[in-house]
Structures are given as C-alpha cells and as structure tokens.
C-alpha cells in the first residue's frame, strides 16, 4: 500500500503543466501525441498485434485527456483521483493484453515512476547544496571554453545566414543589455563579498535588477519564435556532441568527493535541470551568441588550439 501510495504521489507530482509562454517556445504535447508516442513504444516492447495496438491507443487516448481535464483543474489533482484513473486505464489494459504482456507493462511503468520518484527526491533532498567545489567549477569553465565554445559557435555562425538585418540589431542590443546586467550583478557582488553578506536592501536592488532584466529580455521572446525551428535543428546537428558533454559534466563532478567533498547530486544540480523555461534560457543563451567569435567577458574561443577542433577537422 505504501508503494502504491508512493507511485501515486509521483505521478501527481510530475503531471506535466503546460503555459501559453512554454507552448510558444516548445510546441507543447497533447493528449493525442502523448498517447501515439506511448502506444508506439509498447507495440515496439510488448510485440503488440495490429488488434492490440489500435486498442491500446484508444485506452492511452481515453485516460490521457481524462488526466489532462484534471490538470486543467485549480491546484493539484487529488491522489485518489489519479489513482482511480490508473486503476482503469490497468483493467482495461488487462483485457487487451495476454498475461505475460501486461506483467511486462506493469513492470516498465513502475520501474518509470520509480526512477523519476527517486529524482525527485534527489532534487529536493540536495537543493542548494551549491554546485561543486571550486576545483571542479574551474576545469568545468576550462571544458565549456575547450569542448562546447568552438562547436557551439560554428552553429551560431551558421543560423546568422538566416537572420534579417534588422533583427541582427534588435540580437546586438539584447545581447549589450545582458553583458551591462552581468557586469552590474558582478559589481554588486564584488562590493559586498568581504562583508559577511548582502544587507537586505542590496538584496532588494539585486532583485529589482534581476525582474527588470527578465522585462527587457521579453523583447527576444518573438525572436525566439520566428528562429526556434532553425535553432532545434542547428542544436539536433551536433546531438551527438551535447550528449557526450553531458556526461563529461558529470564525470567532472561527481569526482566530489575527492575534489571539495561536493556530493554528485548537489553539483549536477545546474546540468540535468530541466523543463520548458530552462529550454528556453538555453536557446536564447545560444541567440545571443556573438558570431564574430566573442565569449561573454570580451575574449575570444581559440578555435585553432582546442581539442574538439583537432577531432572535427
């Protein structure tokens, strides 16, 4: 019962919620494409007949919307709410399914739930632990500025072609605001570090700082529409790369305990965040780029000498 219970909570937990903002940058999901995908794995995994699969999709299909309609709710879904539609969606499934297929169906699902309830916790459990030692944050800028600068640039050099030149200008004034908020945060920094910490009006100012950023950053938000084809297409040619970078991260960092005594989740913490909002402050990092080769404190990637260069060419 307590499993069960468990299960349920983390399916509630990780409903996926959906926002007219994070529609706009990454298309959404409905109930329909939820239901095709899902059905295409389980034919792909239970070996499902032509019957079985067009009566698997209509189960998926029927229980996702009722899902969805109890998303669309005020607050979170009640537990037993979810629980009841699962309870469902299962015995219909055991209709369908032979024995053997639908023990295996059982299994897969709640080894899913199970790992994504075990991140969950990992996350709440290491939240503000910090994010390595400082050994481990200078070899990873060491990384970014060898491995991921040079193949990121080349793809930022390649979406300039399809830039109009009067959004090339709107990209070079966002891109001058957040270089002048970085240097003012960094300043503001700077001026109380030695001082045992920010008062609370130097908390006040940094934070009116940070939501009057945000505002002018709005002005990338249609940018970030018109070119976000181009850029998820840019980003899917060098797929291979950005997986092999993120398993370095986490090489570098889960060294912790013999660099700074840094546990792994508390220092992975920034890599494996997820979800629409991040997607979308990683694609507008990528926007502003500088094409000419400038890195965000004015230097330059040495695309000559790096080794992710010497492997590409």
């Known amino acids: 019962m ?10 509630i937990a990780l409903l996926p919620l959906t926002t007219a903002v994070a529609q706009s940058f990454n298309g959404g999901s ?18 499902l007949d032509n019957r079985q699969a067009d009566k698997v999709g209509d189960i998926l299909l029927k229980y996702g919307r009722e899902l969805e309609a109890l998303r669309a709710g005020d607050g979170r879904p009640d537990i037993a709410e979810v629980e009841a539609i699962f309870e469902l969606q299962d015995a219909e499934m055991a209709r369908v399914l032979d024995s053997e297929q639908f023990a295996s169906y059982q299994e897969g699902r ?14 709440g459990e290491h939240r503000g632990k910090g994010k390595g030692s400082p050994e481990q944050r200078a070899e990873w800028k060491k990384y970014k500025s060898n491995e991921m600068n040079p193949v990121l640039l080349e793809q930022r ?13 709107l990209i070079n004034d966002l891109r001058a605001t957040r270089d002048a908020h970085k240097a003012e945060m960094k300043a503001m920094k700077g001026a109380f570090k030695g001082a045992g910490g920010p008062t609370e009006a130097q908390k ?34 060098i797929e291979d790369e950005r997986a092999e970078w993120k398993e370095d ?5 889960d060294r912790g305990d013999s660099v700074g005594g840094q546990d792994r ?4 913490a920034k890599g494996d ?12 990092h990528f926007l502003l780029m500088d094409p000419s080769g400038k890195s965000v404190n004015g230097g330059r990637f040495d695309r000559e000498t790096t080794p992710r260069n010497r492997s590409r060419n």
């Not at 709640?110 to 996350?123: C, Y």
């Open 2 to 11: 307590r499993k069960r219970f468990c299960l349920v909570v983390a399916m």
């Open 30 to 47: 409905s109930a329909e494409e939820r239901a095709a995908k899902h059905t295409e794995r389980m034919v792909e995994k239970l070996d």
């Open 110 to 123: 709640q080894k899913k739930w199970a790992k994504k309830q075990e991140k969950m916790e990992n996350r």
């Open 157 to 169: 050099q390649k979406l300039e072609a399809y830039i109009s030149p009067s959004d090339q200008a």
């Open 204 to 237: 006040n100012e940094m934070r009116a700082m940070k939501e009057a950023h945000r505002a002018d950053m709005q002005a990338a938000k249609p940018l970030l529409e018109k070119y976000g084809d181009r850029i998820k297409s840019l980003m899917g040619e």
């Open 249 to 253: 991260r986490r090489e570098i960092f």
């Open 265 to 268: 989740a508390g220092a992975k």
């Open 273 to 284: 965040k997820g979800g629409d909002h991040h997607k979308a402050k990683k694609a507008l």
